[in-house]
């Protein structure tokens, strides 16, 4: 069964960092492109960054590029998420999400393109 889950949430000022976790079990992670995203109350859950199976390619949310880096260690079965910078506007829900990659094809890094998800972990910036 397949299984993502983050942690490394929490409560940080503005200008603060944490580091998310997504930790797969069930199955290797190597085959797989994994996403970032994050819900916010009312709103749509967003794509914040996405990284391709081999940890070459990598796509970033105009309003995290620059601060947030995602990264991969695929003897760990974990895909990480550095978030620096952080502002009250950060503050959501992340989610990790898992899809095949097929040879030759990159998925979106939409949440339509995902079909394995994690519980989510709260992260909240403010003073």
């Known amino acids: 069964q397949l299984q993502l889950v983050e942690s490394g949430g929490g409560l940080v000022q503005p200008g603060g960092s944490l580091r998310l976790s997504c930790a797969a079990s069930?199955?290797?992670?190597?085959?797989?492109?994994i996403g970032w995203f994050r819900q916010a109350p009312g709103k749509e859950r967003e794509g914040v960054s996405c990284i391709s199976s081999s940890g070459r390619i990598t796509d970033y949310a105009d309003s995290v590029r620059g601060r947030f880096t995602i990264s991969r260690d695929n003897a760990k079965n974990t895909v990480y998420l550095q978030m620096n910078s952080l502002k009250p506007e950060d503050t959501a829900v992340y989610y990790c999400?898992?899809?095949?990659?097929?040879?030759?094809?990159?998925?979106?890094?939409?949440?339509?393109?995902?079909?394995?998800w994690g519980q989510g972990t709260h992260v909240t910036v403010s003073p």
């Open positions: 069930g199955f290797t992670l190597d085959y797989y492109y």
């Open positions: 999400a898992a899809t095949i990659e097929k040879v030759g094809v990159q998925p979106m890094c939409i949440p339509r393109a995902f079909d394995s």
